[in-house]
């Protein structure tokens, strides 16, 4: 820049040397990891160092005793040994828990999405359905199923009644005794479908009506725009669901998985460096379990809607 | 979608619906049943659905046994903290990853997906080593400290929630405050906030029953200091029988009523989601708008 000084001359105006402000993009970023701060330090302390102690004591004879604090033995991997080869229980429970998730889980997710698109039918009645099928978000826990299903609440093959109608209807014993087993088992995964039936509803409400009316113009039958228009729409959340249910399945409290790892923690002959190694097995089979569906459920994105 | 405006869709719709929730009632509608009989009922084959008489010994004896009402505030006042503590722990960490960039936001991301499918017991025993040295075993701390640092029971989804609904104000409403001079913290507190209602009422609604059902942490960490409502029904038939005795129920032989059979467990288990139950219907409309109206589908 150029200035007319008093003497009439042009002279460069000396730049001042600007003092080292952040820029806009630094201020924006500092503030942006100050409102994550809390994360940070909760995942620092809670989960990092946590994970970390973890790996360790699997590799360790753990034990506590009031006086002589934490005392570590390095056992290798025998930990390890001994629950894959010796004692067995938590393998049967993790092949019982495997397949059982499995086969629930898209069971679950069809069932949620029948009962969402009801739901999104105009019916009377409908916030009384909705009423219904959401009350499981807030009311369960281990102990309702626990309670409910081992004093017979959930079968109805311990009502005498029932069960002798349904004879009369089908006369076959065995039949009647499976349509029981599978009233059970189906209401235990009603149970569990709420969050599921929530979000594909949510969804299913964002689908404007205009949409179906244009392809019912256009001539397509309730069919066609079922599968042209509710489906595709619905099926980018199958993944996340099906992540949802697998994690909520491995944490619920009535998972014998989770009854193993706590009592082997007390258990003398176990303790904590056993336990730490049966959570890291634990975690191995949930992440393959939901690496499995999540894959087999992704939506390809390539075709062009 | 409407199927079809047709009576037949409509009757079938209704059915299917009917049958589900028939199916889904069941184990509520039979323990109300049960737990209003007395155990004479329970055993006597000609008594099905509806007990003799309407019989509220079983329901006297396990309100005592459950030690309510003072189990019920105290297992809200542990919620309720537990709840506050996650929603403003997302609320913060949620408005962060939605309207700052810095580097490692993407790592944030994939942390996050991580501590959200890692199982619970993966960390479980290190923590209480924590806790321990943190002194913060026993009491209340437990719960709420992990919560406020954004670590809580499903932390993960409360933050994304927080987080689909910052993205959706529209950024002119902070560009006119940050002209107007408001900083982060102002734009955060006057505009942001208010205009994410509906995240509050999801996450305090489903951060509530979750906290309040949470048996795995409070039976671990709590270590019997504090008593919540789902802990205590686990321990239902040890205190049935003290109570019985202390309210001089009378012999066990000689009273057969007395002897803990499922419609004990039924009574305590249907009056521990009674709160719950109230809560829900108080609240359930605006959980259901919320949701709708959250972008949590991903659009």
Redesign the interface.
Known sequence: MTTVTAKGNTEKEKVKPVKTRLSMKSKQSLTGLLFISPWIIGFLAFVAYPLYKTIFMSFYKVSFGLKTGWRYKWVGMENYKRILLEEIDFVIEAQNFFVGTLLYVPVIIALSIIIAMLLNQKIRGKSFFRLLFFLPIIILNGELMENMSKYGGMSIIANRFILDTLYTVIPSKSVVLLIGDLFELILQLLWYSAIPILIFLAALQKIGKDMYEAASIDGASPWTSFWKITLPTVYPLVSICVIYVVVFLANFEANPINTIIMESKFDGSRREGYASALSILYSIVQIALIAILYYATRSRNSKGR | ????DGLVY?IT??A??SV??F?????LL??LS?SLMSNLDLVD?TI??LPSSLYTFNYEMTWKALKLPNAFVTTALLAGASTLSVIV?SA??G???A?????G?NI?FV?LLF?????????????F??FMALNLKGNIGALVV?A????GEQAALF?LIFFQFFRMIPKALEEAAFLDGAG?VRT?WKIALPMVGPAFIIVG??GF?IYW????LTS?YLEGKIQTV?ML??DLQNTFGKVVNESGGGDFSKNPNLNFT?AK??AG?LL??VP??L???YV??W??ES??K?G????
């Open positions: 979608m409407q199927i079809s409509k719709t209704y299917i619906l589900f929730g199916v889904f009632l069941y184990p039979y323990m049960a084959n099905e659905w722990s913060l960490v408005y962060g990853l309207r700052f960039d810095f580097r936001k944030v942390l501590t959200y499918i890692v199982p619970k017991t993966l960390f479980f025993i290190p923590r080593e924590i992990p406020l640092t954004g670590q933050i982060a955060f609604v489903y029953s059902n949470e048996t795995f671990f789902p029904l686990g499922e467990v039924f288990t521990s989601i719950l139950v809560m829900y219907l359930q409309r959980f259901v949701i709708d959250s949590i589908t991903g659009e």
